[in-house]
């Protein structure tokens, strides 16, 4: 009798979970059939049939020739460069929104706050037109700059590649900012005011009460933020580099992701090659996953998955 | 119960939907037209929406890949139906034959009349594609009435426009090269270096939206100039006009002399500085808002010239530079780039009705909507028959239709399909007369200003072509049937990296400070454009190539006999 308890038990339970393993099923496990397309010589219209199976040709075409292989490893310094950038200034919004939350001055402070949130619902297209208009080459800051007699010829922001990286890292925080904070303004509602009355009855000032308390109790909010980031860390997106590029940045804008839909949409394209790309990527990840979570391991005695 | 209660409610409604319908006397029937040519996506609407209609009880649901994503083509040609009637340009036709997504229609096409008119083409097409006569597939667009070798239009695809008024205030000069080409426009860029409103002009404004289409690698802007010098690029090759090959990035070649031009007119501060950060729209708008003083595509003008613009002699013209050699594209006789199939899954009574409507498309009543427009608005009908001007700008401004075609802004309800059996050259037997307006007496007239006079008296022609012909300076490429191979997946992705260098440089070399940086960076760019395998891409384009060139010899040698 128990155990046929246990057994309708575990079945609800399952049920419970069935829309979820369907969801990720469907979302996230069917899509890698399309990885097949990698190992054939698939053109539309055409379908793929046993002939035109080619096995690892399109692999094995990435570095058939030393000037592609160069390409290929550009394009994955590039995705690192960004990627690395994102993340070594991955503190940024904690900080802004510890000090966010400083702000006494409650009207002003939520001012802020959505001033530096709305960006975060401008499409990327919008953003480069921004962009365009303020910094083009007549753009309002030249043509400010060209009347006050300070440059006689307009800078190209747009249009040259240097600290690229780090322009490219600027409008990505403008961007979002705003929006990572809100998971740490969260966190910091989290604390308990108990601590922080301590604090002040022991006579800590502001700042001590920021680095020995709020920082310390966010952190953990940080480190898992951070772990999101690494397993993403290839995949830093597309279209922010699709709209900011042009000919005389594409040596340093061009990231994964971009490559790979420049090689399937350019022209008549090549699906297996984007294909077999695109897969390098996740193996890629897959490697950093696991190297990251060895890493946990050794520092905090247990991974996380 | 809530949830019970609307879904219910939600199955009642469509149920009864489909009842009324299926009451409703004829439903339209909604043909899909998978349409490479199409710059709309989603079913016709406005005035020509019903004119199919009223006349054929059909319903046209434009699929327009260029608008949609190129995927659109993989995704429907692996559910096995493309559309009901195809538009897809013409390297792709025939791998459509061979996967079995167009139909045969060798039964129906030959009672098609208005179709039939251009038989000759339609034969030699299909036999091209399948080897056998009488047996049809696909219909090529926009062919003409005339022969493989005539060049009835007055004005060519690309020369070298300047604006009359300014290119008289610097006194006419002759123009024997580029450089003297470059001086005359230093002049005009001195006198006008804004437009009336205050904003910058400057005589060259580029883009890079375009780069590497139509069949050819390079940016846009250099492609179409070498034309100038008799060079047409084909793909990776370049033709030259004694009909041989050579590559591209060969200092010879044209490519580099118009790359070359372009620097030297940046060295001199002629290139607008927004030049490679923005888009075809940014460029539109300032062509309209006169911000650029050369054009030289023949349609660029349309956003300039006007009969009023003609009449105080501001519009843009033709300036011939001595030392060029222009190339012409004959008038399209075995029509132009893409072609017209019907879906392999078309069966029955659609099927019927597909080919009555297309037949309809090729006909003179077709015709006219198509190319000149409607009767009371875009034109009227004089005493003689004859076709009249009347409001020239219903596109542009997107005026209203009259009520009897339903209303709405005749540009929202201009013909979708974007694409033509029949060319606007062909002469419609309703009026004698060419489609197109610029053809008609009537308009000639009314274009013949003080400006086309002055023009006419210094350079002793009637119009530019009759001034190329006289001076030997046209070289007009007759119209041949000739399909390229489509690219293997291995020659895509050459091209797809030959084709970004080619581009990423030709952009760096406009902009090049000097031009000891402009050799470094040209010899920089030829030793990656082979190391990604140019080669093997240039092989693979003049193989293909050869045949269309032969075909082109062959064809100007008969009619020379």
């Known amino acids: 009798m128990r155990s ?49 199976f080619v096995g690892l040709k399109w692999f094995s075409h990435i570095i058939s020739n030393p000037v592609r292989t160069a390409d290929v490893l550009r394009v994955l310094r590039n995705t690192f460069a960004m990627s690395g950038i994102s993340l070594f200034f991955s503190w940024f919004p904690m900080i802004f929104a510890v000090f966010l939350n400083e702000i006494r001055c409650r009207p002003y402070q939520k001012f802020v706050q959505t001033v530096t949130t709305l960006p975060n619902f401008i499409s990327w297209v919008l953003v ?106 290839l995949s830093n997106g597309m279209e922010q580099y699709y709209v900011f590029q042009n000919a005389f940045n594409q040596d340093y804008i061009e990231v994964l992701d971009l490559y790979v839909y420049n090689i399937a949409t350019s022209g008549t394209g090549n ?32 991974g996380f998955i | 119960m809530k949830r019970l209660l609307s879904i219910l409610l939600v199955c009642a409604m469509v149920l009864s939907m489909g009842l009324f319908s299926a009451l409703a006397e004829e439903a339209p029937l909604t043909i899909d037209i998978y349409d490479a040519a199409a710059n709309y996506h989603g079913v016709q609407s406005g005035w020509f929406a019903k004119v199919v209609k009223d006349r054929f009880n059909l319903e046209l649901n434009i699929i327009a890949p260029q608008v949609a994503g190129n995927e659109l083509y993989a995704t429907r040609a692996e559910e096995g139906n493309l559309g009901d009637i195809v538009i897809v340009d013409k390297k792709d036709f025939s791998d459509l034959l061979q996967a079995g997504l167009v139909r045969d229609i060798s039964d129906k096409l030959p009672e098609c009349e208005n179709i039939m008119r251009f038989k000759d083409q339609i034969d030699v097409y299909n036999k091209g594609l399948t080897g056998q006569e009488g047996v049809y597939y696909g219909i090529p667009s926009e062919m003409t009435d005339t022969s493989p070798v005539s060049l009835t239009d007055d004005v060519i695809y690309s020369s070298p426009m300047l604006r009359w008024d300014l290119y008289t205030q610097i006194g006419r000069p002759k123009l024997e090269t580029l450089d003297d080409l470059l001086d005359a426009l230093a002049k005009i860029h001195e006198i006008h270096p804004t437009n009336d409103a205050g904003d910058p002009a400057y005589p060259f404004t580029l883009w890079a939206d375009w780069d590497g289409n139509d069949n050819m690698i390079g940016i846009a802007n250099v492609v179409q100039l070498t034309t100038w010098y008799g060079e047409k690029i084909k793909q990776s090759a370049i033709l030259k006009p004694d009909n041989t090959f050579s590559e591209i990035y060969n200092r010879d070649n044209a490519y580099y002399k118009i790359t070359k031009f372009l620097n030297k007119a940046n060295q001199m501060g002629l290139v607008d500085p927004e030049s490679g950060e923005q888009d075809w729209n940014s460029v539109m708008n300032k062509l309209s808002t006169g911000r650029a003083d050369l054009m030289w595509y023949s349609w660029e003008v349309g956003f300039w010239n006007s009969v009023d613009r003609l009449n105080d002699g501001t519009a843009f013209i033709f300036v011939p530079v001595g030392d060029q050699l222009y190339y012409a594209d004959a008038d399209r006789y ?22 009555e409507f297309l037949d309809w498309y090729a006909s003179p009543e077709g015709c006219t909507f198509q190319h000149a427009g409607i009767e009371g608005l875009n034109y009227t009908v004089g005493a003689d028959g004859k076709f009249v001007p009347y409001k020239d700008n219903a596109l542009m401004d997107n005026l209203p239709v009259p009520e009897e075609y339903g209303g709405g802004g ?77 690219d293997t997946n291995d020659i895509a992705s050459l091209r797809v990296d030959v084709n970004k260098q080619l581009c990423q440089f030709t952009w760096q070399l406009i902009f090049a400070e000097d031009d000891d940086e402009f050799e470094m960076l040209w010899d920089k760019m030829v030793e990656q454009m082979d190391g990604f395998g140019y080669k093997d891409l240039y092989a693979f384009d003049c193989a293909n190539y050869q045949a269309e060139v032969d075909a082109k010899v062959a064809v100007a040698e008969s009619a020379a006999e």
């Open chain 1, 128 to 233: 480069f037109s921004i962009a365009f208009n303020i910094f083009g080459s007549s753009g309002a800051v030249n043509s400010v700059l060209t009347d006050l007699g300070v440059i006689a010829k307009p800078i190209s922001f747009l249009k040259s590649s240097k600290h690229i990286w780090f322009k490219m890292w600027l409008w990505l925080t403008w961007k979002n900012a705003g929006w990572a904070a809100i998971m740490y303004l969260a966190a910091i509602t989290g604390i308990d005011e108990q601590m922080i009355e301590a604090a002040k009855v022991d006579g800590a000032t502001r700042m001590q009460i920021i680095w020995h308390i709020t920082i310390p109790s966010i952190l953990p909010t940080y480190f898992v933020i951070v772990m999101l980031n690494l397993a993403n860390f």
């Open chain 1, 271 to 302: 699906y297996p090659l984007s294909t077999a790309i695109s897969m390098l990527k996740s193996v890629v990840s897959v490697i950093l996953l696991v190297g990251s979570n060895a890493v946990s391991k050794l520092i905090r005695g247990e």
């Open chain 1, 4 to 52: 046929d308890n246990r057994k309708a038990r575990s079945y609800r339970e399952f049920l419970y979970i069935l829309p979820f393993i369907i969801l990720v099923a469907i979302f996230a496990y069917f899509p890698l059939y399309g990885w097949i397309y990698a190992f054939h010589d698939y053109r539309p219209p055409f379908p793929i049939t046993r002939e035109t």
């Open chain 2, 334 to 355: 075995y029509g132009s780039d893409r072609m017209f199939g019907i879906g392999s899954k078309v069966e029955g009574e659609k099927y019927d009705r597909i080919m």
């Open chain 2, 410 to 486: 005749y540009n929202d309800g201009n013909n979708a399909i974007n694409q033509w059996i029949a060319s606007s050259i062909c002469v419609n037997p309703l009026t004698g007369e060419r489609y197109a307006q610029k053809f008609w007496q009537s308009y000639k007239d009314m274009t013949m200003t003080d400006m086309k006079k002055e023009w006419q008296e210094t350079f002793d022609a009637e119009d530019s072509v009759d001034y190329m012909k006289k001076n030997n300076q046209l070289l007009a490429s007759p119209s041949v049937d000739f399909t390229p191979e489509p």
